[in-house]
C-alpha cells in the first residue's frame, strides 16, 4: 500500500533558526511514521523582500551597525540553503493555494501561522487551509502569537478553522482563542463516546483528537514543539570548547538582564558566545552559525541565556540550563512550554537574585525527561488520531 501523501505548512523560509528546526523535525519526524511528508514551499517575493531586511537589520528601529553585514549575510546564506535541501513540494505563489499538489492530509502550524499581529503574514488565508487541496486539514502546535485572546478573532476565521478535521496548539492563549470551536467539538466527541464509536471512525465532518494527557476536557490539545517532540531529528552532537561558555541567543535583551548575565559570567569564569545575532554582552560571536552550528553549540554549552522560544527548547532538547527572559512578543510562546514541563521559575524577571540567577544556570530538574516523556506520549496520541 502507498504510504499517504502528507503536507507540511509552515513558515520554513523565515530567516530564523527555529523556523528551520521546527520545520525540518515536524516533516522528518512525520516520515519516520511512515508517512510521505513534504513541505509546502509557498514563495512570495514581497514575504522574501521583508525577510531578507529583518535578516540584516533584526532589531528595528535600533538599526545594527554594517560591521555585522556580512556575518549575517553568511547565516542567511547558510540557512537558505538548509532549507532548501529540506523535502520539499514544488514551488507555488503563496496567494494561491489552488497551485499547491494534492494531499491526503495537510498539517499546519509549528509556528505562529495564525498571528494577526504578524509582520508579513498576517491574515493570509492559506494557513487556515484555504484553497489546499487536501482530504484532511490538521493543525499541529499551531499558535496566534502575541495576538491576545483578549482582543478575539473575527468569525469569518473562525469558520475556517471550524473545517479541521483536527486541532492542536502550543499555548494557552491559543486555545483560549479557540474555545468557541472546542465547546462544539468536545460536545461531539462526548457523543461519540457515548455511542461507543472510535473518533477515528467518526461520522463525516470535522471532530476533534484529544492528546490523550489528563486534559481531554479543557478543549482543544496542547502539544509539543516538533523539536521536543522529535528530538531524534536533531543530532546530540556538541561543539568542542576548551573554554567553559554559556550561549547568548536573541537581541534587545533588557538592561537588567545583559547586566546580571555578566554578573554570573565573570563570578563563575564563562564567556559568553552570541549565536545568529550581535549582542554587545558577548565575549565571542557566532553570527554566522549555520543551523546545524546553532544546536552543537547549545549541546556544548554549560549553559543558555535566551529571550527566544528556540532558545529555551534547544536548552531543554539538549538537557542544558537556561534563563529566559520573555519578551512581550514571544510570552505567550514561552510560558506556557516552560509550564508544562515544570520549568517556570526559568523565566526570570528584574528583581531575580543573583543567587537564584545563578542555581538555574547551573541544573535543570531531575523529573525534566519523564515530564517531557509523558508529554511526547500525548502528543504521539494526538498524531495518532488526527492522522489516521
Not at 34 to 50: N, P, Q, Y
Not at 116 to 131: C, L, Q
Amino acid at each position: 500500500m502507498a504510504s499517504r501523501k502528507v503536507g507540511v505548512l509552515t513558515f520554513h523560509r523565515s530567516i530564523n533558526y527555529g523556523s528551520y528546526w521546527q520545520a525540518r523535525c515536524l516533516v522528518e519526524g512525520l516520515r519516520a511514521r511512515g508517512l510521505d511528508a513534504e513541505i509546502l514551499d509557498h514563495r512570495s517575493r514581497r514575504v522574501e523582500w521583508r525577510e531578507a531586511r529583518n535578516a540584516f537589520q533584526p532589531t528595528l528601529p535600533v538599526r545594527t551597525a554594517p560591521r555585522h553585514f556580512a556575518a549575517l549575510g553568511r547565516k542567511t546564506r547558510a540557512l537558505i540553503a538548509a532549507v532548501d535541501a529540506l523535502p520539499l513540494s514544488p514551488p507555488f505563489p503563496l496567494e494561491d493555494a489552488a497551485r499547491s499538489p494534492r494531499y491526503d492530509a495537510v498539517v499546519i502550524g509549528s509556528d505562529e501561522v495564525w498571528n494577526f499581529r504578524h509582520p508579513w503574514y498576517s491574515g493570509a488565508s492559506i494557513f487556515f487551509g484555504e484553497g489546499l487541496n487536501a482530504d484532511r486539514l490538521v493543525s499541529y502546535a499551531a499558535s496566534f502569537g502575541n495576538h491576545d485572546a483578549a482582543d478575539g478573532i473575527d468569525p469569518h476565521w473562525l469558520e475556517r478553522l471550524r473545517r479541521f478535521h483536527a486541532l492542536s496548539v502550543r499555548d494557552e492563549n491559543s486555545r483560549a482563542m479557540l474555545a468557541p470551536l472546542s465547546s462544539d467539538r468536545l460536545s461531539f466527541a462526548r457523543a461519540e463516546r457515548s455511542r461507543g464509536t472510535s473518533l477515528g471512525q467518526a461520522a463525516p465532518g470535522p471532530s476533534l483528537e484529544l492528546a490523550g494527557n489528563g486534559r481531554e476536557d479543557s478543549g482543544i490539545p496542547l502539544v509539543l514543539d516538533p523539536c521536543l517532540q522529535f528530538p531524534q531529528v536533531i543530532p546530540d552532537a556538541a561543539a568542542r570548547s576548551d573554554t567553559r561558555y554559556a550561549v547568548v541567543y536573541g537581541h534587545s535583551f533588557p538592561d537588567w538582564f545583559t547586566a546580571q548575565l555578566r554578573r554570573w559570567a565573570d563570578a563563575t569564569g564563562t564567556r559568553l558566545v552570541t549565536i545568529g545575532y550581535p549582542n554587545p554582552i558577548a565575549d565571542d560571536e557566532r553570527i554566522d552559525a549555520t543551523p546545524a552550528d546553532f544546536s552543537t553549540l547549545i549541546a556544548g554549552a554549560t549553559a543558555v541565556a535566551t529571550n527566544f522560544f528556540h532558545g529555551c527548547v534547544f536548552a531543554i532538547r539538549h538537557a542544558r540550563p537556561f534563563v529566559c527572559a520573555a519578551s512581550p512578543y514571544r510570552r505567550n510562546k514561552v510560558q506556557d512550554l516552560t509550564r508544562a514541563l515544570g520549568l517556570g521559575d526559568h523565566l526570570v524577571e528584574d528583581g531575580t537574585s543573583d543567587a537564584a540567577f545563578a542555581h538555574l544556570l547551573a541544573a535543570l530538574p531531575t523529573d525534566l525527561p519523564a515530564r517531557l516523556a509523558a508529554e511526547r506520549t500525548a502528543s504521539s496520541r494526538f498524531l495518532d488520531h488526527a492522522l489516521a
